[in-house]
């Protein structure tokens, strides 16, 4: 029994080996009837051996033989030209248009083989358009590690972590070009310095700032100055009342310029045991300022002044020097803008 499996089994292979070898015999014989010539340049080396190896594929799955070819000469069309075998029907030629799109050019002249060797009309066709393709958005999936098993999308790279240096921080008032008719509202601490015996005046200052196009800006409002190392029994205010404009000198609005219009009130309050009068003058001025707004969180603006009186102003108490302020008058400035309002 065994030696009978055996030879059936020697049987069964050899018809198989035969089988085989036929098939490949019929195939390699078809394939001697096929000729192909690619000669198109703008193609490109890759893309005409493509188009080869595809062309001759196409012709021994349709059982056709014959010969090929697919010139471009002119660099504007594409010639296809289909010759049959002796008793294979007539042959076809077809034009189409040469497009700037390689791989695009070879789908095209692979799908005029339907209408060349399916028996279409041998006049040449100059009218072909090639067909417009689609991109398709790619979709990044994780292959399935088993057939048949659903296909996960992958989640989404997140971006690393930019480690570069922070943004430098603007003033507020300043933090837009064209913050048209904004309104801040600052409040500091303003010093002028005086005469050597009285020193200067030191204390509050508050105003309001409109913000203009083009990095100007408007601001009104005032300072209330308490002398400095005033004489015995004797008490020193002056009051300053200002209007001006300021411009921001860089991009950054980190420096800026400003001149204001000033009226300074300045009173005078001796003790009642001098037996003297109190004494309230009006002393107009103009003040030049410069201002720096560090990169903080906090808006913070600070600078030096200069101040200029119309003349000089002394008062005498007893024959004492009171107050006194020069013509010329140098101060330093510190405030904080709150805003918009």
């Known amino acids: 029994m065994r030696k009978y499996r055996r030879t059936a089994f020697g049987v069964c292979g050899a018809l198989a080996s035969f089988h085989w070898i036929s098939l490949e015999s019929r195939a390699f014989a078809q394939d001697a009837n096929v000729a192909v010539t690619v000669d198109c340049p703008p193609l490109g080396d890759e893309q005409r051996a493509a188009l080869d190896a595809r062309a001759r594929a196409e012709l021994l799955v349709r059982h056709a033989s014959g010969s090929l070819s697919v010139t471009c000469a002119d660099g504007a069309n594409?010639?296809?030209s289909w010759h049959p075998s002796s008793g294979g029907g007539e042959g076809?030629?077809?034009?189409?248009?040469?497009?700037?799109?390689?791989?695009?050019?070879?789908?095209?002249?692979?799908g005029s083989l339907d209408a060349l060797i399916g028996g279409d009309t041998p006049q040449s066709s100059s009218a072909a358009t090639p067909p417009v393709i689609a991109p398709v958005a790619p979709v990044a999936s994780v292959a399935?590690?088993?057939?048949?098993?659903?296909?996960?999308?992958?989640?989404?790279?997140?971006?690393?972590?930019?480690?570069?240096?922070?943004?430098?921080a603007v003033h507020p008032a300043r933090a837009q070009k064209n913050d048209f008719l904004d309104t801040f509202v600052s409040?500091?601490?303003?010093?002028?310095?005086?005469?050597?015996?009285?020193?200067?005046?030191?204390?509050?200052?508050a105003a309001v700032r409109v913000v203009l196009p083009e990095q100007f800006a408007v601001d009104a409002g005032g300072e209330l100055l308490f002398g400095l190392a005033?004489?015995?029994?004797?008490?020193?205010?002056v009051g300053r009342l200002y209007a001006g404009g300021e411009y921001d000198i860089d991009d950054d609005r980190q420096f800026?310029?400003?001149?204001?219009l000033d009226l300074d009130v300045v009173h005078l309050s001796p003790d009642a045991s001098t037996h003297a009068s109190g004494a309230t003058k009006v002393l107009p001025a103009a003040t030049l300022r410069?201002?720096?707004?560090?990169?903080?969180?906090v808006p913070i603006v600070f600078g030096p002044t200069l101040t200029v009186h119309t003349g000089p102003l002394r008062a005498d108490i007893n024959g004492a020097e009171a107050f006194s302020i020069p013509t010329f008058s140098v101060g330093l400035f510190v405030e904080g803008d709150i805003g918009p309002l």
């Open 230 to 237: 005033m004489p015995d029994a004797v008490a020193g205010l």
């Open 144 to 168: 399935s590690p088993m057939p048949g098993a659903p296909v996960l999308p992958m989640a989404p790279v997140m971006a690393p972590p930019f480690y570069g240096a922070p943004p430098r």
């Open 256 to 260: 800026r310029a400003g001149v204001d």
């Open 187 to 205: 409040v500091g601490v303003a010093v002028d310095f005086w005469s050597s015996s009285i020193g200067g005046g030191l204390g509050p200052r």
């Open 92 to 110: 076809a030629t077809k034009n189409l248009p040469l497009t700037s799109d390689p791989p695009a050019m070879v789908d095209l002249v692979l």
């Open 78 to 80: 594409v010639v296809v």
């Open 290 to 297: 410069f201002g720096y707004a560090p990169p903080l969180v």
